[in-house]
Antibody, heavy 121, light 106 residues
């Protein structure tokens, strides 16, 4: 069965960077795009971007351009999202979510369990 | 910018029909997905491409999209359907989520 397992919670200081991992299993890793979505405490879902796992191509939301990087290691079936220059506004649960299509269809059919990132001095 | 507008909350009695709307200019020209999120859980896809249900989603969940409004309909609402619901669309290669609707089953 398809599973996305994310790395554990992180506590970071303002100005630091964080990298969240998402290990995929149960399907062909390079056949599906991966999205990253975050959710601040008590707030709604916010799309950060998608990542072409096969080619390494990216499409970042304008809000995060210049500050986010999405990569992968195909040898271990893992995607990564790194966010830099953290502020308290980046405190959120970060999710990876698989795109259902072989191209980017923006249909997120499987989600990781979420990773809480807390930014605090 | 592209914004999807949802009502903050909807209430429904058990067994009745709940309708949650999602609005934006010419939304009917785009595909809409819907996600259910219960407290402390990850979101779950319940409708995609306006009206298709993923495997395992009960038939009481249905969707439509026309004009400026997409609608998620839950027929015969059950207590376990109480959750936050988010619509989502795809605009010029960027994904947008609605603000979410809290469905309360009274």
């Amino acid at each position: 069965q398809v599973q996305l397992v994310q790395s554990g919670a992180e506590v970071k200081k303002p100005g630091a960077s964080v990298r969240v991992s998402c290990r995929a299993s149960g399907y062909t890793f390079t056949a599906h795009y991966m999205h990253w979505v975050r959710q601040a405490p008590g707030q709604g879902l916010e799309w950060m971007g998608w990542f072409n796992v096969n080619t390494g191509g990216t499409n970042y939301a304008q809000k995060f351009q210049g500050r986010v990087s999405m990569t992968r290691d195909t040898s271990i079936g893992t995607s990564y999202m790194e966010l830099s220059s953290l502020t308290s506004d980046d405190t959120a649960v970060y999710y990876c979510a698989r795109d259902a299509g072989l191209a980017a269809l923006a249909i997120m059919d499987y989600w990781g369990q979420g990773t809480l990132v807390t930014v605090s001095s | 910018s592209y914004d999807l507008t949802q009502p903050p909350s909807v209430s429904v009695s058990p067994g009745q029909t709940a309708s949650i709307t999602c609005s934006e200019d010419k939304l009917g020209d785009k595909y809409v997905s819907w996600y259910q999120q219960k407290p402390g859980q990850s979101p779950m896809l319940v409708i995609y491409q306006d009206k298709k249900r993923p495997s395992g989603i009960p038939e009481r969940f249905s969707g439509s999209n026309s004009g400026n409004t997409a609608t998620l309909t839950i027929s015969g609402t059950q207590a376990l359907d109480e959750a936050d619901y988010y619509c989502q669309a795809w605009d010029t290669s960027h994904v947008v989520f609605g603000g979410g609707t809290k469905l309360t089953v009274l």
